[in-house]
């Protein structure tokens, strides 16, 4: 099991790069989310097809992928426009807020009452954005980017949810689900650069080369998205989803680390924003603690429980 948890935090940690990496390349968000979803796809269609996987799944289902490959495409197109107007702790701290979309989120498709925790949660992460809002004036556009972003991202793994509990393959709906993202994004691209119109991003990115650009792409396609999501996907068979989720909420707290390293002053923040973040980050983890407690409380109140 220890292999299986290392295993697992060297993914959440892989993950963490992912918004080192949308600084450090030059690109548009645009661009970054078409390049990676293609080769993503690309990378996954080889891993499925080393291992002798099938590939077609039912016609009905394939618009539904390509549909929800769309939310995550706006998902990741968000979360790097907010990169490229504010900074790595902004972002991710402000994409954390995805536990109160999720809990708008879930009641709706799996038809279930809002639970009275989830409710003080959800207000108490808007009171850490307001106070991160407040504090960041200079980076108020970031935060509303990444949480719309946030919002995205709750909606896509919740239908993702869904579609797992129908018992259809994790790797094949990811693989329709990157086609889709990136056909998407590149209408979305080529619809922009015909009109004219353009994201915002800062005045001053981070300079790079051509070639550092691809370089870190490749590792942002293949090595964060590709490699990461199967490994993760393997890990989940044999380890609990609080372990899983706890381990993932780390995400944001490994990226501000990396980020401080990585950019140094550019990183640091107010103290209002800290305070802000620390209250959004233990309420992720509270909550994950509280469901894993009831989830217990559940099983001991089952009349199959022993």
């Known amino acids: 099991m220890f292999k299986e948890h290392l295993k697992l935090h060297i993914i959440v940690f892989i993950w963490g790069f992912t918004g080192i990496l949308g600084t450090l390349i030059t690109w548009s968000a645009l661009e970054i989310v078409e390049f990676r979803m293609w080769v993503a796809a690309l990378a996954l269609l080889i891993f499925l097809a080393y291992k002798r996987k099938k590939i077609w799944v039912r016609k009905k289902l394939i618009l539904t992928y390509f549909l929800i490959g769309s939310v995550v ?3 990741w197109i968000l979360f790097f426009a907010a990169l490229k107007v504010s900074t790595v702790s902004v972002t991710l701290t402000t994409l954390s ?19 009275s925790h989830e409710i003080i949660m959800g207000v108490a992460i808007i009171i850490g954005l307001f106070i991160i809002f407040g504090f960041e004036p200079g980076y108020r556009l970031g935060v509303i980017l990444a949480l719309f972003s946030a919002a995205c991202a709750s909606l896509f793994t919740t239908l993702n949810g869904v579609l797992i509990n129908r018992k259809q ?32 991003e800062n005045e001053a990115p981070i300079s790079g080369t051509i070639w550092a650009d691809i370089f870190y792409l490749l590792i942002l396609s293949v090595l964060c998205t590709a490699i990461a999501f199967v490994v993760s996907v393997e890990v989940m068979k044999n380890l609990s989803p609080f372990t899983v989720s706890v381990s993932i909420n780390m995400e944001p707290i490994y990226s501000i680390l990396l980020a401080l390293v990585f950019f140094g002053e550019r990183e ?18 509270l909550n994950a603690w509280i469901k894993k407690s009831l989830k217990r409380s559940e099983m001991k109140s089952s009349p199959l429980s022993v």
């Open 73 to 75: 495409a706006i998902h």
């Open 97 to 115: 807020s995805a536990t109160l979309f999720t809990a708008i989120f879930e009641p709706i498709f799996f038809k279930r009452r809002l639970k």
């Open 169 to 200: 393959s994790s790797i094949s709906i990811t693989f329709y689900e990157m086609i889709g993202g990136a056909v998407f994004t590149t209408i979305l691209l080529q619809s922009f650069n015909w009109f004219r119109f353009s994201l915002p």
């Open 268 to 285: 640091f923040m107010s103290t209002g924003f800290y305070v802000g973040a620390i209250l959004i980050l233990s309420v992720i983890f």
